[in-house]
Nanobody
Framework: QVQVVESGGGLVQAGGSLRLSCGAS????????VAWYRQAPGNQREFVAV???????NYADSVKGRFTISRDNAKNTVYLEMNSLKPEDTAVYYC?????????WGQGTQVTVSS
């Protein structure tokens, strides 16, 4: 079993920055990828960014140039650096860790951007 925990959310003014962290622990074998998703009230969960096991990254168009996904292998942690935040970035942010053929989700961390 793999446990995934997100942290780093909070309240920030528009134009500000936050860094989210995604930590994985437990029976971690080969991590095939780590992705961030977000879900705003009344909306479906949407893709934000992904970091593959090979180190490739991909971003949703809405966050390109503002968000950066990175990892610290020694800490088993993936980060989502969010800059130039907008009110429309307000959502619960979830981390998904893919180990083998299984996907594990965290509980989410709230990000609120005030205008």
């Amino acid at each position: 079993q793999v446990q995934v925990v997100e942290s780093g959310g909070g309240l920030v003014q528009a134009g500000g920055s936050l860094r989210l962290s995604c930590g994985a622990s437990g029976s971690i074998g080969t991590i095939n990828g780590v992705a961030w998703y977000r879900q705003a009230p009344g909306n479906q969960r949407e893709f934000v960014a992904v970091l593959t096991g090979g180190g490739s990254t991909n971003y949703a168009d809405s966050v390109k140039g503002r968000f950066t996904i990175s990892r610290d292998n020694a800490k088993n942690t993936v980060y989502l650096e969010m800059n130039s935040l907008k009110p429309e970035d307000t959502a619960v942010y979830y981390c998904k860790v893919v180990v083998g053929l299984s996907a594990y989700w965290g509980q989410g961390t709230q990000v609120t951007v005030s205008s």
